[in-house]
């Protein structure tokens, strides 16, 4: 009985060996495999490495303001008896917008007018009685005043009637009406709003640190996501000489034009102030680029040296700077004439066999300008 559980146990001893022989025949054959296996060749598209000079510029978000803009209000109380404009259309200084009545000043003009005839006459007799010594002095002085009140008078109702008809301040494009044929409107009720759009102003603030290198007359370029792809260019119109003690911000305010009016008072845009200054950098397409946690790296087109010749991929980690446009700023790990992969770099690995073909590359530029499909 001992001996078949002897032999049992030493047959099942010999199999798991041949088991565990075998296994690792096959794993070494698998791991002989995989040292001589090479990567598929894959065709890329490249780009050179190339040197450039870029402006240097400051961002900030900024909100628009009309050069003039005002809510057009009634100076007297009177009823409304002509409406003379459209909301929302164009007004040339000086144009009619609403008529109020003056029925009763233009009933008391006519009297006050002949009230001015007849001081006038008697002012004028009463200069020759004066100087015929006739009458005192003090009652041609008297004579003067009530010439002078009734010429007040005329002035006054004139002043009236000419008040209770609102005109545009200055020219520009109406808003939306706030009165109606028959209100009866007291001192200060708004009519309309009215505001100048072109040009148009653009305030913003940017860090005190950055104080010293900003001045009156640099260039601004002006973005907005209500108008995508639309770059506006101004300049800097003031510099704040205060600083907010909240937020040691300098407050800037640049001038653009609009003459199609696609900026409205209210909006929140994108300013960037270009400066003087230029930075040499070394630019790359941004789809060159495999971003990761562990870092940024981009893919070397390189000679095989150590195979059959060709072209290799090499993974080189890269430190980025800024991106504009197409292209993104290299400040270290790449130098100037290399050439990498331009596309489709997140299906490569290092040490890839590559083709060039740049046939299909896309063309990459610093002021893209997408078309709608």
Known sequence: MKKRILFAILGLLIVIAA??????????AMIEHGKKAVPPTDTVTTAVARAESWETSLSAVGSLTAVQGVTVSAELPAKVVEIAFEPGGKVNRGDLLVRQDTSVEEAQLPGAEAQVKLTESVLARDAEMLAEKIISQADYDAAVAGHEQAMAQVSTLRATIAKKSVRAPFAGRLGLRQVNLGQILREGDPIVTLQSLDPIYVNFALPQQELYRLRAGLPVRVTSDGLPGIAIDGRITTVSPLVDADTRNVQLQATVANPEEKLRPGMFVNASVGLPARIKVVAIPA????????????????????????KVLRQQFVRLGEKRGDFVAVTAGLKEGETVVSTGVFKLRNGQSAMVDNRLAPEFRLAPTPKNN
């Open 19 to 28: 088991l565990a022989v075998v296994k690792t025949l096959q794993i070494r």
């Open 287 to 310: 789809t060159s680029v495999l971003y990761a946690p562990y870092g940024d790296s981009v893919f070397l087109v390189v000679d095989d040296k150590a195979g059959k010749g060709g």
